[in-house]
């Protein structure tokens, strides 16, 4: 009867353990450390977090392989990540927090910027290929699966042949800038409704918006 009840108590704190560890949330902008980068199109990622560490008033701390606050939203465990592996190595962060964490895959969410979209444009995607984007790529190379949540932020693309990589890590232009505030507030929305109402009716509600 004892070895009957140790069993029960082992699957009961087993059962919890797994509901605790869905209510975790891993949330990655992708970026490169250094103020030379600090406001430039390819940074969107850790822009996108400051501006939610702002509205939070949170702060951020350097901890392994990366920057990072934890905040809790209407019982869930929301950590923001902005790894300082440089963008191309990005995975390496993204796979070491995820097992700390024990954050499952479908809870994870990627901030990206992406060239095929119009400025300001938002769209949430569950899988997709890299899109030539060294970031995702490392990321995809890391965990093995192109089955996991990005939030691509459109940057545009006025740029002419060859000069795609002057063009990400240029800085915003004046148009832009001006724009900035409210696209913010918006990618701050779409994150906190992918935690609180699902990445489908996120989908739903803020693609192209």
């Not at 029960?8 to 891993?26: A, I, P, S, W």
């Not at 392989?65 to 190595?89: E, F, H, Q, W």
């Not at 693309?157 to 800085?171: P, T």
Request: charged share 25%; with cysteine.
């Amino acid at each position: 009867m004892l070895t009957y009840f140790k069993a029960l108590l082992g699957f009961r704190d087993q059962f919890l353990e797994e509901v605790d560890t869905m209510k975790k949330y891993l949330i990655v902008g992708l970026g490169n450390i250094g103020d030379e980068y600090a406001e430039t199109r390819h940074n969107i990622g850790f822009k996108i977090l400051d501006a939610l560490a702002d509205q939070k008033e949170l702060s951020f701390e350097t901890q392994k392989l990366g920057d990072v606050a934890i905040y809790k939203l209407k019982g869930r465990s929301i950590l923001c990540l902005k790894p300082s592996t440089y963008m191309n190595l990005s995975g390496k962060a993204v796979r070491y927090w995820m097992e700390k964490e024990k954050i499952p895959l479908e809870n994870l969410l990627i901030i990206t910027d992406d060239i095929n979209l119009a400025f300001g444009t938002l769209r949430l995607k569950t899988k997709g290929s890299d899109g030539g984007h060294n970031g995702l790529k490392d990321i995809q190379q890391i965990l093995q699966t192109t089955n996991y949540n990005r939030f691509r932020f459109g940057v545009g693309s006025e740029f002419g042949k060859g000069r795609q990589v002057e063009y990400v890590l240029g800085q915003w232009n004046e148009d832009e800038n001006a724009k900035m505030k409210e696209r913010l507030e918006k990618s701050v929305a779409l994150i906190e409704s992918f935690v609180l109402s699902g990445v489908s009716r996120t989908m739903n509600q803020f693609n192209g918006a």
